[in-house]
């Protein structure tokens, strides 16, 4: 069983940084990807950015440029740096895997976190 637990969410103001953490427990190798999903209320979830076993990365247009996805391997563990955030990124942002390697925003992930809110105010 894959467990996926997100942290670093929090409030800031506009132009701040955050760097959201997102721990792997249980067997999950090999081929992979990896990837960040905000959902904000009454809307639907979406991609932020994902990252595969390969390196390979993806990121939204809506962030490109001011988020960054990562990870350390020898700590199985996903990061979002998010620099010059805005309140439209506020949002609980979702940490996901799946063992479908191919780099991708969508979001057909098989495991997921319980998310971790991230409220910009201007």
């Known amino acids: 069983q894959v467990q996926l637990v997100e942290s670093g969410g929090g409030s800031v103001q506009a132009g701040g940084s955050l760097r959201l953490s997102c721990a792997v427990f249980?067997?999950?190798?090999?081929?992979?990807?990896m990837g960040w999903f905000r959902q904000a209320p009454g809307k639907e979830r979406e991609g932020v950015a994902a990252i595969a076993s390969d390196g390979s990365t993806i990121i939204a247009n809506s962030v490109k440029g001011r988020f960054a996805i990562s990870q350390d391997n020898a700590k199985n563990t996903l990061y979002l740096q998010m620099n010059s955030l805005k309140p439209e990124d506020s949002a609980m942002y979702y940490c996901?895997?799946?063992?479908?390697?191919?780099?991708?925003?969508?979001?057909?992930?098989?495991?997921w976190g319980q998310g971790t809110q991230v409220t910009v105010s201007s």
């Open positions: 249980g067997y999950f190798y090999g081929h992979y990807c």
């Open positions: 996901a895997a799946d063992y479908n390697a191919y780099v991708r925003l969508g979001t057909d992930f098989r495991y």
